[in-house]
């Protein structure tokens, strides 16, 4: 066990978007797929988190594109956890092309949560002492919460059901799919390279999200809001 975890992937047609660069979706399934399992190389943890049926969900991610890989290119998905307490971890996701330069840096907050009940887990600090942590990666760390002015009103209201394909094993919404849903209510061929991603609640098959699109200084946030109005997601785009 040494607390990092790389992943190698060649970037393939059904990663691509329209511009032939790897699409904002798959990019965040090469992030999650390598923190998962970075994850499962932690076997104090993943032993405690199959005890009391527990595990990591994802609370936030910033991500800040230096360029998209193309077809063919092979990249190198590297994560590895910089602060960790009994409540919480944050850890740096990296992807880095076949010369090791950077192509895309990110952060992201993971939360330890009881799947039975939903509430917040407090690990055993003999466990967290076994974790290893690393130097944080350097790049410009944005403030966790993205904040809404009470004088924003939304540009745009759409309704989206949440459909059997959108699901995990966790039984609710995939992380990438707030970002990719969120990425449809752009301009189109609107450039953006910062996306800043904060989850809320989880989206389950058939309930209907209210989007909500805000135009902000050089970019946009779309939040996506359970029927009663409570937020799902915050997606700013940059």
């Known amino acids: 066990m040494n607390g990092k975890f790389e992943l190698d992937k060649i970037v393939a047609t059904s990663d691509l978007g329209r511009n032939g660069c790897l699409k904002l979706r798959s990019l965040i399934d090469y992030l999650q797929d390598c923190s998962i399992f970075q994850l499962d190389t932690e ?6 988190f199959k005890q009391v049926n527990g595990g990591m969900f994802l609370s936030q991610r910033d991500i800040h594109i230096i360029r998209m890989p193309k077809y063919g290119e092979k990249v190198k998905v590297k994560t590895w956890v910089y602060e960790v307490n009994p409540s919480y971890g944050y ?8 010369e090791g330069r950077l192509c895309v840096e990110s952060s992201a907050l993971g939360v330890f949560v009881e799947y039975d009940t ?14 290893p942590r690393y130097e944080r990666h350097s790049m410009e760390y ?4 993205i ?7 939304p540009e745009l209201v759409d309704e989206y059901r949440v459909r059997e394909y959108h699901i995990d094993g966790n039984k609710h919404m995939n992380n990438a799919w707030y970002v990719a849903i969120g990425e ?12 800043r991603i904060e989850y ?21 946030i779309v939040v996506m809001r359970r029927e009663d109005g409570k937020i799902y997601s915050i997606v ?3």
């Open 91 to 98: 850890r740096n996701n990296n992807v880095y092309d076949e």
């Open 200 to 220: 809320l609640l989880q989206a389950r098959v058939d309930e209907v999200m209210r989007i909500e699109r805000y135009a902000i200084e050089n970019g946009y």
């Open 43 to 48: 076997p104090e943890l993943d032993a405690y």
């Open 184 to 195: 449809e209510y752009l301009p189109r061929d609107w450039e953006f390279s910062r996306i």
């Open 118 to 131: 939903g509430s917040l887990l407090r690990v055993p600090q003999e466990i967290m002492d076994s974790m």
């Open 147 to 153: 904040r809404l002015s009470k004088d924003a009103e």
């Open 142 to 145: 944005r403030p966790r919460k």
């Open 236 to 238: 700013e785009f940059l």
